[in-house]
C-alpha cells in the first residue's frame, strides 16, 4: 500500500462516503475515525489513538458538528476545539498533507450580485461559519508553519445517494417519494450550488495526488432555485407529487436570495475531473434507490 490515509469524522456523511471511496482503492491504507473512537475535544484520546501518525501520513478533517444538527455558541466553541486540538498535535506529530473541509458559508450573507471567489473575503454571519473560519486559520498557521501542505475545501451543497434525508436535495427526494408532497417556503426561487459527493471524493484523490496547497471553493458554478431542482425530480419520479408553497415563520436569519460561484480555480487544478450537473446527479440517486430515473 502506497499510502496511509487518516479520516478523522468517518462517520459522518461526507466523511463517511471519502472514507467508503479510499476502501475501495487497494494502493490506500484507510483508517477511519469518529468521536466514538476517537474524541477530538480530548487532547489525551487523540494522542492515545493517533500516536501512529508519521510525517507520511494524509489526515482529512470532516469532523465538525455541523449546522443541522446545532448552531449555538457552544457548537461553536468545540468546533473550534476541535481544530485547535488537531492542530497542536499535528505541530507534534506532523504530516504529509493535510485536507481540512470547510464551507462556503464562510463568505456570509454575500450581495445577490456577488459572484463567490477565493478572492472573496469571509465574512460568517453565524456560529457553525465562525467555527469553520476559525478552524481554517489555525490548522493553515499550524501547517504553514510545520512545511505540511494543507487543502482547504469550502464546499457547497453536498448531496448524493442513500439515506441521507439531512441534505436538501436528498430531502425534497424523500419528501415526493414517501409523501407525495414537496413543501417549499418562500416562492422557490433562491439560486444554490449543489454538487454531488462523489465529486467532492474525486477532488480529494487528485489533490492527494498532487499535494496541491491552496483553499479552494467547491461548486458546480450552475447554480439552480429549488422549484427547478423540483422539476428535475419531477422527471426522475414514477410517481406524481404535489408542490405547495408556505410563507417562512419565525425567520431568525438572514438569507441571501442567490449564491452563484466561480469556479475557475477548481477548473483549473482539476481540469480532468467532470463535476456532475444537478440532473445527472439526482438521475443517479433514483436509479440507486429505484433502478430507474
Known amino acids: ?19 467508503k471511496s479510499f476502501l475501495s482503492d487497494i494502493i490506500f491504507d484507510v483508517r477511519g475515525f469518529s468521536s466514538k473512537n476517537c474524541d477530538l475535544l480530548s487532547s489525551d484520546k487523540i494522542q492515545n489513538k493517533l500516536s ?50 470547510s464551507t462556503v458559508d464562510v463568505y456570509g450573507l454575500v450581495d445577490d450580485t456577488t459572484i463567490i471567489s477565493e478572492k472573496l473575503l ?17 490548522l493553515k498557521k499550524t501547517c504553514d508553519r510545520k512545511n505540511i501542505p494543507i487543502l482547504t475545501l469550502r464546499l457547497s451543497g453536498v448531496y448524493g445517494s442513500g439515506k441521507q434525508e439531512k441534505t436538501t436535495i436528498n430531502k425534497l427526494i424523500e419528501s415526493a417519494t414517501r409523501n407525495k ?16 459527493v462523489d465529486d467532492v471524493c474525486n477532488i480529494i484523490k487528485k489533490a492527494i495526488e498532487q499535494k496541491i496547497n491552496a483553499t479552494l471553493n467547491v461548486a458546480t458554478g450552475n447554480s439552480c432555485s429549488i422549484s427547478e431542482i423540483v422539476e428535475i425530480i419531477k422527471k426522475c419520479c414514477t410517481d406524481k407529487f ?52
Open 1 to 19: 500500500m502506497d499510502k496511509r490515509i487518516i479520516i478523522l469524522g468517518a462517520s459522518g456523511f461526507i466523511g463517511n462516503y471519502v472514507y
Open 122 to 138: 469571509p465574512n460568517p454571519n453565524d456560529y457553525y461559519a465562525v467555527s469553520k473560519l476559525a478552524s481554517e486559520f489555525l
Open 242 to 293: 404535489v408542490v405547495n408553497y408556505k410563507q417562512r415563520e419565525n425567520i431568525t436569519e438572514e438569507r441571501v436570495k442567490d449564491m452563484v460561484y466561480d469556479v475557475s480555480l477548481l477548473t483549473t487544478l482539476f481540469p480532468d475531473i467532470k463535476i456532475k450537473d444537478l440532473k445527472e446527479g439526482i438521475s443517479i440517486i433514483f436509479k440507486s434507490a429505484y433502478g430507474k430515473c
Open 52 to 101: 501512529f501518525i508519521s510525517k507520511d501520513d494524509v489526515v482529512i478533517m470532516a469532523s465538525a458538528i455541523t449546522r443541522l444538527r446545532e448552531n449555538t455558541f457552544d457548537s461553536m466553541v468545540k468546533n473550534i476545539q476541535m481544530a485547535d486540538n488537531i492542530s497542536k498535535f499535528i505541530e507534534k506529530k506532523g504530516a504529509g498533507y493535510f485536507i481540512f473541509l
Open 181 to 196: 408532497e414537496v413543501i417549499l417556503y418562500g416562492d422557490g426561487k433562491d439560486k444554490r450550488d449543489y454538487i454531488y
